[in-house]
């Protein structure tokens, strides 16, 4: 079945680039799945929505593909480029997360930045030999503001947490 799945998912073996792109769309699947488990409402950007999740597109799992109207528009058009947000029943972000495989970590604290005036939680998602690079750019003076706020997750932890809520209710996916 080896053929079969790489067809499917569009994966050339050896190509970085295919591999990025699949890796990206996995882990952005399965945070919207967290989000939805826990009662949020969930987004992923237009340029992500025909990614797909084992055998669906994005745009098909998430809640909505428009963002809320939220904020002013400036701040929406830094909010709409984030990977997975979580809203909250008052249609406001309670969590963005940012899957970062291979690209720099940098550009996604920059945009924790700007958005740090809402009350939300900050996420960069990576491979586990990523966090000392993610550490590295965070402790910067000029992301001091949102130092604190920031959260590290590897991939691993958020396969486990998915498991461990399908474990839990096995009847939701």
């Known amino acids: 079945m080896r053929d079969a799945v790489l067809r499917k998912f569009e994966l050339k073996p050896g ?5 990025e792109i699949f890796t990206h769309g996995y882990y952005q699947g399965l945070l919207v799945e967290i989000g939805k488990y826990r009662n949020h409402t969930t987004y992923v950007p ?3 929505q025909k990614r797909l999740f084992i055998d669906r597109k ?5 809640d909505t593909t428009e963002l809320p109207d939220f904020t002013y528009d400036d701040l929406k058009r830094k909010a709409r480029t984030i990977d997975v947000i979580w809203f909250n029943e008052r249609q406001m972000p309670s969590d963005f997360y940012e899957v970062e495989h291979t ?3 940098k550009n996604s604290l ?3 930045y700007e958005l740090q005036d809402f009350n939300a939680g900050f996420y960069i998602v990576a491979d586990a030999s990523r966090k000392k690079e993610y550490e590295d750019k965070l402790h910067v003076s000029m992301f001091a503001p949102i130092e604190k706020r920031v959260k590290f997750l590897n991939y691993k932890q958020v396969v486990d947490l998915y498991e461990g809520l399908k474990k839990v209710d096995g009847s939701l996916w």
């Open 58 to 62: 994005l745009g098909e799992i998430t």
């Open 46 to 48: 237009a340029q992500d």
């Open 103 to 105: 690209t720099d970590i």
């Open 15 to 19: 190509n970085k680039k295919s591999e």
């Open 110 to 112: 920059s945009k924790f």
